[in-house]
């Protein structure tokens, strides 16, 4: 049975996306089967991915006849119909030789329409999943910056949820409490009792700066860390890297698999494997 997990956060920019991209990529480098669902209307996952693509872009808009999230909702499609996939491969240095890296993701894209959808049916998503349930061990949604009926259907859908913080940016702590309110909302008065934040982390860090600084350490004090359910692993400022990857339309693990950034995700993946595992065990 596949496990969903959304990056949730009502503060922009702090950055779901990047990190959705990265974290599904490594489990899918790590032999796991992943699919990514792009729940953003601003469409920066698929757009990421696909949008030098004729096939599917045309003049910097998703051509008529694609299908998206939004056509298996608002269409009555079957999710499965409408998946794209995609190969990675690469090769790296082992020793004196080289070898293949390789990891494959499958994406259902996302649309702009998204804006106008409405449903008074917050566990549709949920049973449009149930179809593909089987087919992989990880569904990963990438959440809109915002509050909504489609931010509750996609909480409806999840079984974590994961929030990136901005160290620089205040207010994206204050949407942590958002988070909590909202996953409390999604298990009380919509029935998905097995909702749980999986954990926190701070995501673009540039510790020598001493606003960051600060507030890093006052959060990593292990009351709080605990209490917030912080990992440890922080997702360093890699700009370049970041610009290679997104140059290359691929994921870090991939196109710089040897970067600072690379290897904190790589990490933050091996703690939310353990956090799912404990979780599992209890
Ligand atoms: N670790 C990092 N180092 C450098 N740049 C980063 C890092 N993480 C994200 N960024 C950049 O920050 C910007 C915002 O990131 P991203 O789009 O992932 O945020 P988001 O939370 O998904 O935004 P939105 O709320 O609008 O969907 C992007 O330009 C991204 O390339
Ligand atoms: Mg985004």
Request: hydrophobic letters at 35%; proline letters at 2%.
């Amino acid at each position: 049975m596949a496990i969903v997990i959304g990056d949730y956060n009502r503060k922009g920019g702090v950055g779901k996306t990047s990190s959705i991209i990265n974290i599904a990529a490594q489990f899918a480098m790590n032999g796991k089967r992943v699919l990514l669902i792009d729940g953003d209307s601003q469409t920066n996952l698929t757009q990421y991915f696909y949008e030098g693509d004729e096939d599917i872009f045309e003049n910097g808009l998703l051509r008529k006849g694609v299908d998206t999230l939004y056509e298996v909702l608002e269409q009555d499609l079957n999710i499965f119909n409408t998946i794209y996939s995609m190969e990675f491969t690469a090769r790296r240095k082992w020793g004196n030789r080289f070898r293949k890296v390789s990891c494959n993701l499958d994406i259902v894209l996302g649309s702009r329409d998204m804006d106008y959808y409405g449903t008074e049916d917050a566990g549709i998503l949920k049973e449009k999943l149930k179809v593909v349930d089987d087919l992989y061990d990880y569904i990963f949604i990438d959440f809109p910056p915002a509050h909504n009926v489609v931010t509750m259907m996609f909480l409806v859908a999840c079984d974590y949820v994961i929030v990136p913080l901005h160290l620089a940016k205040n207010s994206s702590a204050h949407g942590y409490r958002d988070v909590i309110e909202r996953c409390r909302e999604a298990r009380d008065e919509y029935g998905n009792k097995k909702l749980q934040v999986l954990g926190l982390f701070y995501n673009n860090v540039q510790i020598y700066k001493t606003d960051q600084k600060m507030m890093y350490e006052y959060s990593m004090d292990p009351d709080t860390k605990k209490s917030m359910r912080l990992f440890d692993t922080t997702i360093r400022h890699d700009y370049s890297s970041i610009q290679i990857s997104e140059a290359d339309r691929q994921p870090v693990c991939i196109s710089c698999g040897n970067s600072d950034i690379a290897k904190d995700y790589k990490k933050l993946v091996k703690e939310m494997e353990n956090r799912i595992k404990e979780e599992r065990v209890e």
